[in-house]
Every structure is written in C-alpha cells, then in structure tokens.
C-alpha cells in the first residue's frame, strides 16, 4: 500500500549548518506515528518543512516528501496554500497562540470550512457543532458561541483540535500537543487524538519528548537525535525490545506507564550536541555509556529483523 506520507532524506539546514540530517521515514493512514526525542533534536522542523513553512534563513537542502502520491517540495506555493489546513492541518502545544482570542470558538472553526469547502454559513455551524461533539466539548451548541478564554486549557486544545479537523485533512501534524496539559486531561486527548486516526482514517504524525506520550497512543515509533533518525519500529517492538542505548535511556528515564504521578526521574546526563558540534560517527557517542571505538565509524541505519531499524553498530550484541 503507498503510503500517505513519506519522508525522503530529508535535511534542513540553518546557515550552512544541518538541523535535520537526511532522515527518512513513511506514516499509513489511520496510524500514529510518534517522533520523539528531546528538545532541540529537529522534531519540530521536521513538521514544518512538511507544510513547506521552515522558518527564515533555514531551508530544506535536500530531500522528498511524498504526500498523496504527490511531491510537495516541487509544487507550486498556491497548490501548497490550498494544501495546509485542508488535506494537511497542524496542532501546536499552546492553543491560546493558535486561537485567536477575539473571534468565538465556533466562527473559527467554521472559517477554514467556508474558506476551503465553500460551504454555507448554516451548514459551516452544523458541521462546527458536530465536530465540537466529537472532539467531547459537552453542551456544543452553546460553547459554539463562547470565547477561547471560557474555556479551560484541555477544552481548548479539544477545540484546536476540531479546527484542524475542520476540512477532514488525511494529515495531522500534531506537534506536542498534550505537554501544557495535566496528565489527566493529556491521557484523555492523546485518546481523542488515536480514536480520531481510526475512525477518520487520517495519518497522525505526533511529536513529543515524553515516551508516556508514545507508549500511550502511537502505533509506530521514530527516534529523532541532533537531527538524525536513531531507531524505527512499530511500538509494539519498540517498547518490548529498544535497540538503540539512547532509546534504552530515554526509557529509564520516561515515567512508568499508568503513573499518575510525575516523579523527580534520572535523565541523560550531558545535553543534545548543538548543530556546529557535530562530529564523525554515532551523534550519541559523547554521552553513550556503552561507547566503543567502532562507534567512531560513520553509523548507517541497519535493519535489525522485520521492520525494526537501528543507528548503532553494538546493537545487535547489546
Ligand atoms: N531560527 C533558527 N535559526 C537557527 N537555528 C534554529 C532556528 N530554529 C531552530 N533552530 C535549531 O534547529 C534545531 C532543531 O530545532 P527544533 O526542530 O525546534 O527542535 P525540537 O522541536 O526537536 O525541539 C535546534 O538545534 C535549534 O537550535
Ligand atoms: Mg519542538
């Protein structure tokens, strides 16, 4: 089956130096797809260079992305306008940012409708309506009405959410969309957001540094670091067996699964190397525990059985 989305060596670079280093990798629909790493690793780069929206002076250096069985780094800027927000919408983690304070909930989310569909103003505020319901804001017709600051931080990101919805796109860009929120009300959207996939059959890519997240609700796993993809799997493998020491200490690191409670965790010691830092060989080398002199060697993605792929020369012996 073709896929819905497919990343092709993809790089970005800022000035000369590469943010995201050739990373390649393909999202079904109906599936979650999570890219995790942490701060500063290119995640969120990756999600703009997909709506073609990298911000100045950073450009896409090389690369494919496949959208549709279209190449959207060859089309013009008009076919990718009318692209973004209707077969392709972005969440972001701070709707407040992203909802324009003056305008009721509801004429926001009609806006893209009327924009992109042509559909009436009755028939926008039907729809509005009905998407509100889905996304469980309780009462619907009435919030429709409301300012984004009557509601709480969850119901907005619910509502933010129904605006990315808004024209059905077969693409989500969901870029931590849960991290502003208490675990509660994030457990309850990352489910919203995994029902959603299925039942519109739409292709999720969620971005996060939090494995709770992933291990919550995604079905296929990416880790990203200083720019370069380390380890692929579907997270069912990944979260039974990770290959790539990185990805075994991230999941020290993540609270448990179920854990209600954000405890102090270990983290990694040292930081992400900075885009001037790279060197030759594993990125991961400096603060890797178990590093070799083999690591030293350039490091190619190596498919380690079915689907599983790792970015580390040790891992079949770990
Ligand atoms: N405007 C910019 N100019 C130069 N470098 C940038 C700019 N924006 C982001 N970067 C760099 O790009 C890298 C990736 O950033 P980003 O994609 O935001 O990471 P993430 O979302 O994983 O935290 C970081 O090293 C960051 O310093
Ligand atoms: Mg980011």
Redesign the pocket.
């Known amino acids: 089956m073709q896929p819905l989305l497919n990343v092709d060596d993809l790089t970005i670079s800022?000035?000369g130096?590469d943010?995201?280093r050739g990373i390649s990798f393909s999202l079904q629909r109906g599936r979650v797809l999570a890219l995790v790493?942490?701060?500063?690793?290119?995640?969120?780069?990756?999600a703009h260079a997909i709506m073609r929206l990298v911000?100045r002076?950073?450009r896409i250096t090389s690369g494919k992305i496949t959208f549709c069985g279209k190449e959207l780094l060859a089309l013009p800027e008009h076919s990718m306008r009318q692209m973004r927000g209707k077969d392709i919408s972005m969440i972001f983690q701070e709707p407040m940012t992203s909802l324009n304070p003056v305008l009721t909930v509801g004429r926001q989310i009609m806006e893209p409708m009327e924009i992109h569909d042509g559909l009436s103003r009755s028939e926008a505020k039907a729809r509005a309506i009905a998407l509100l319901e889905s996304v469980g804001i309780p009462a619907p017709a009435a919030r429709f009405s409301d300012y984004p600051h009557q509601f709480s931080g969850g119901m907005r990101q619910r509502a933010m959410i129904a605006m990315a919805l808004a024209c059905s796109p077969a693409l989500l860009l969901a870029?931590e969309p849960t991290t502003a929120l208490d675990i509660t009300i994030q457990r309850q959207i990352l489910g919203l957001i995994k029902d959603l996939a299925q039942s519109r059959d739409m292709g999720v890519l969620l971005?996060t540094?939090d494995l709770g997240v992933v291990a919550e609700c995604a079905d296929d796993v990416s880790v990203?670091y200083a720019?370069q993809l380390l380890e692929q799997s579907t997270a069912e493998v990944f979260f039974r067996e990770p290959l790539h020491p990185y990805a075994r200490m991230l999941m020290e690191c993540a609270p448990l699964v179920g854990n209600h409670e954000r405890q102090r965790l270990p983290f990694i010691p040292g930081s992400?190397p900075?885009?001037g830092e790279i060197q030759e060989g594993c990125l991961f080398r400096p603060r890797c525990p178990l590093a070799q002199p083999s690591c030293r060697e350039p490091q190619p993605m190596r498919c380690i059985g079915g689907d599983h792929m790792v970015r580390c020369c040790l891992a079949k012996n770990l």
Do not use: A, N, Q, Y
């Open positions: 800022f000035g130096l943010v995201v790493g942490e701060s500063g690793s290119g995640k969120s780069m990756t911000p002076p950073g870029d971005i540094h990203m720019g992400v900075r885009p």
